[in-house]
């Protein structure tokens, strides 16, 4: 667009979905409106942030021996609240594309989340941190004025009363930076008042690096939490510190402070939230990864390969002047100090995970009860996790008490002397599979048996392969001979079990593999066994649960002849063949086993059967006439 002059005052209109947000803003009953001020300042800072990373890179910036600070001033007279930086600025162009636009992704989540209707703005309007337009909360008129960094920069000033409408011209400014003017609305007169203003600073801004006066002093700690001796900084100063990064409302779980300087220099502070979704819906965090600074410079905000990506869930800073300040924003994955730190800070966090196992279980439970999923996920993914993530693994298991949980090196601790593999069984939850029939002969034996009941379990476990050399076995393994049943059952010499056999091949058809009898059962009637072993057996159910055009796998359906239906049902076949109830029953043990396995698509589907069953039950029972009574005249 060439233009030869510019009209000295424009209007524009904000796109729509700033309008809606203004909109939802303005009619907000939110109680805390006091996070404005802490927008404003995070803006303040970020361009102050980018300045200062400009001038070790470029240099060429106006006023370069001007302060790097926040000032607000507040007028009760004029009923105004104004936040000056002396940062990067905006151009007009910039001006147009941020305060015109929706630039936080945060405030886009929002706004969809509320299209959804899933919650009302006022709970979380603070934890989303909706950005600048969250100043249209308390604001009759904004008026921003700022000057870009580079030397020639022209003035603009942009003005808007937060209805559907800004104006933008050019202004006179003499030093680089914002300066943020806020006309308060009447009902917010209270936000006039440098007292109140610096509680507020210190309660969500007390950690931005750079100072902030209000009046003529500095309200703000500004300290670098993580460049002081761990030994100087207090519980509270490490739990501020880690809300005003994360604006999470809980404690941390745990926080670990890094200092070292061999084999780099690291200055860090980690921290683990107490929840997975701290405060907001699930997944709506886009963007994760730590802070990273060189000399107190921010380099990057959301470094995500600093720590590997199953510990995702962690927040934190990283400081290290080895890091070159050029280092381009890209190429962080290949350079060898971010390797050496990446690798420093992971065996930190292994070596406090560890020993918050050992010396608070309950609180670890707490930990793997939101993070555990992540670390299953590095196991089945990255095979060189194994190492770190085997001793963290937890798993819920026969030996465990209601849902509790144990490791694989307390597993192997209390293993038979002459047993010679990790057991597990897997299923769609906890209550299945404390039915599986396949436990039968660990029960009777007391062998312990881990249960997997999330797919990612299954995963896991299948790409950890074996732990201290013992290796990973599915209990349904038929061939699991230690564990055969003392008296073998003679199926040869057995004529009315081997009918029964025959009979049931007959009824279930070609939806099993075959029909034989069990060598392990003790105490369930039937169980499934994969015709063979795999990770295709061990998926079928995963598959289940993902595929909509699922088809049961054939399964070998095993009898237990010494279980007393079981027994039953073969003197059915030797007297009553033709008994309905023969097939019924039939039916419905094959459907109950492939319920146990995970496998049954329409659970539903059993209920006309479980009435006629139930029916077949009390008639034996109570013998009435088999008439009903409206029958006999
Ligand atoms: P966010 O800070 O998450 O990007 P905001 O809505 O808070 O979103 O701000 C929108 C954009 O406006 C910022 O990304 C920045 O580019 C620009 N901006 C806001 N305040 C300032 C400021 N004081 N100095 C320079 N740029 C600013
Ligand atoms: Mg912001």
Redesign the pocket.
């Known amino acids: 667009m060439a233009q030869v002059q510019e009209p000295a005052v424009e209007q524009h209109e904000f796109r729509a979905e700033v309008r809606q947000l203004l909109d939802i803003l303005a009619r907000s009953l939110y109680t805390e409106r006091e996070i404005f001020l802490r927008?404003l300042i995070?803006?303040?800072s970020?361009?102050l942030n980018r300045l200062q990373f400009e001038m070790l890179t470029t240099q060429e910036v106006l006023d370069p021996e001007a302060e790097l600070a926040i000032r607000i001033q507040a007028d009760k007279e004029q009923r105004t609240v104004t936040v000056s930086?002396t940062?990067?600025?905006?151009t007009r162009e910039?001006l147009l594309q941020?305060?015109g636009t929706i630039?936080?992704s945060?405030?886009r989540t929002f706004l969809r989340q509320l299209q959804e209707g899933q919650i009302s703005p006022e709970r979380i309007i603070g934890q989303f941190g909706v950005?600048?337009?969250s100043v249209f909360m308390v604001a009759e008129e904004v008026t921003v004025t700022?000057r870009s960094y580079r030397p020639d920069a022209q003035a603009w000033s942009w003005t808007s009363r937060g209805d559907g409408t800004y104006t933008v011209a050019p202004t006179q400014k003499a030093e680089r930076g914002?300066t943020?003017t806020v006309k308060l609305k009447e009902e917010a007169a209270e936000f006039a008042d440098e007292w109140r203003l610096e509680q507020i600073v210190r309660r969500h801004s007390n950690y931005i690096s750079f100072p902030i006066y209000v009046g003529e002093r500095v309200v703000n700690r500004q300290v670098a939490l993580w460049r002081q001796m761990p030994s100087e900084v207090q519980e509270e100063d490490y739990i501020q510190f880690y809300r005003e990064l994360t604006l999470d409302t809980e404690k941390p779980l745990l926080w670990l402070h890094i200092v070292t300087d061999a084999p780099v220099n690291i200055r860090s502070i980690l921290y683990v939230p107490s929840r997975r979704e701290w405060g907001l819906l699930p997944g709506l965090r886009s963007e994760y990864g730590l802070r990273l600074y060189s000399r107190q410079v921010l380099i990057q905000e959301h470094t995500s390969d600093l720590l590997p990506a199953h510990f995702r869930f962690v927040e934190g800073v990283v400081d290290s002047e080895d890091v070159p300040l050029n280092v381009s924003r890209e190429a962080v994955q290949q350079d060898p100090m971010l390797r050496h730190i990446r690798r420093a800070l992971t065996a930190r966090l292994v070596k406090e995970l560890k020993a918050l196992a050992e010396q608070d279980p309950d609180r670890y439970a707490t930990f793997w009860r939101e993070f555990g999923p992540f670390l299953k996920e590095g196991v089945a993914t990255d095979p060189s996790s194994h190492d770190d993530l085997k001793d963290l693994l937890r798993f819920h298991s026969s030996h465990a008490e209601g849902d509790g949980l144990v490791s694989l090196a307390a597993y192997v601790a209390r293993m038979k002397p002459d047993q010679k593999a990790i057991y597990y069984v897997v299923g769609d939850d906890l209550t299945s599979v404390r039915h599986s029939p396949h436990l039968d002969p660990f029960r009777s034996q007391q062998v312990e048996v881990l249960y997997l009941v999330e797919p990612v379990d299954t995963f896991a476990v299948l790409a950890l392969r074996e732990y201290e050399g013992y290796p990973f076995r599915n209990v349904e393994d038929a061939d699991i001979e230690a564990l055969r049943v003392e008296v073998p059952h003679d199926e040869e010499a057995d004529a009315p079990f081997q009918a029964l056999v025959e009979r049931v091949r007959a009824i279930l058809g070609d939806r099993v593999a075959d029909v034989r009898a069990s060598q392990h059962l003790i105490t369930s009637p039937c169980r499934l066994v994969a015709p063979e072993s795999g990770p295709e057996r061990e998926l079928a159910r995963v598959r289940r649960l993902l595929d909509q055009e699922f088809e049961v796998p054939k399964r070998i359906l095993e009898l237990n002849p010494r279980h007393t239906l079981v027994r039953h049902l073969a003197t059915m076949q030797a007297t009553t063949p033709d008994d309905p109830l023969l097939p019924m029953i039939v039916e419905q043990l094959f459907e109950n086993a492939l319920l146990v396995e995970g496998l049954l698509p329409n659970p539903a589907a059993m209920t006309p059967r479980i009435q006629a069953l139930m029916e077949a039950a009390v008639n034996a029972r109570v013998q009435t006439p088999t008439t009903h009574q409206e029958d006999t005249p």
Do not use: K, Q, R, W
Request: charged share 15%; aromatic share 8%.
């Open positions: 927008e995070s803006n303040a970020d361009a930086d940062g990067i600025g905006m910039e941020n305060l630039a936080h945060g405030a950005g600048f337009y700022t914002t943020v």
